[in-house]
T-cell receptor
Framework: KAGVTQTPRYLIKTRGQQVTLSCSPI?????VSWYQQTPGQGLQFLFE???????NKGNFPGRFSGRQFSNSRSEMNVSTLELGDSALYLC????????????FGAGTRLSVL | SQKIEQNSEALNIQEGKTATLTCNYT??????LQWYRQDPGRGPVFLLL?????KEKRKERLKVTFDTTLKQSLFHITASQPADSATYLC?????????????FGKGTKLSVKP
């Protein structure tokens, strides 16, 4: 079974631009969560989608948004990029069953210049 | 608010010794706790899950304990090897239901020296 796939692996953008990251979950997983990871803050939860609906949201500004498609693939968008948005963005899928064991992709490394 | 603390940012040990990592949580009563391993530039990988009614769980050289009175989990790696060098993250949680995501501690970076 294929794992979680994130594209692209690396991105370089400038301040003010916007960016879209993509995530393909493990087949059969309906829950997709997005996390931001920085050296100072660790792994922080952005939002979770389940059956095309945002089910949970972390404490991030509205510049961060996402969506999920009917095939469970998900995209995350960041508008008006700031220097502080430089981070590793991780997507994780889960069966969303009794336990929320997360299966992570390799991440997208975003650098904002 | 919920708080998760992992004992130290970094832990250095000698090959062959037992590494012990600590995860403490406050303002929370998790039904289970998960441990993940993360290598540089990669996503975390699930290692073990322990439920609140389990005192101890083992998997090969790994052992996890869960003390709901102390609000603490200990993660042990016995006979540690340089290949065990990585960052280890804990995630206390309640059962799924309406929440598919996890809240993670900041992690402990383990370095095993030969």
């Amino acid at each position: 079974k294929a794992g979680v796939t994130q594209t692209p692996r690396y991105l370089i953008k400038t301040r003010g631009q916007q960016v879209t990251l993509s995530c393909s979950p493990i087949s059969g997983h309906r829950s997709v969560s997005w996390y931001q990871q920085t050296p100072g803050q660790g792994l922080q939860f952005l939002f979770e989608y389940f059956s095309e609906t945002q089910r949970n949201k972390g404490n991030f500004p509205g510049r961060f948004s996402g969506r999920q498609f009917s095939n469970s693939r998900s995209e995350m968008n960041v508008s008006t990029l700031e220097l502080g948005d430089s981070a590793l963005y991780l997507c994780a899928s889960s069966l969303a069953g009794e336990t929320n064991i997360q299966y992570f992709g390799a991440g997208t490394r975003l650098s904002v210049l | 608010s919920q708080k998760i603390e992992q004992n130290s940012e970094a832990l250095n040990i000698q090959e062959g010794k037992t590494a012990t990592l600590t995860c403490n949580y406050t303002n929370y009563s998790p039904a289970y706790l998960q441990w993940y391993r993360q290598d540089p530039g990669r996503g975390p990988v699930f290692l073990l899950l322990i439920r609140e009614n389990e005192k101890e769980k083992r998997k090969e050289r790994l052992k996890v304990t869960f003390d709901t009175t102390l609000k603490q989990s200990l993660f042990h790696i016995t006979a540690s090897q340089p290949a065990d060098s990585a960052t280890y993250l804990c995630a206390p949680s309640n059962y799924g239901g309406s929440q598919g995501n996890l809240i993670f501690g900041k992690g402990t970076k383990l370095s095993v020296k030969p």
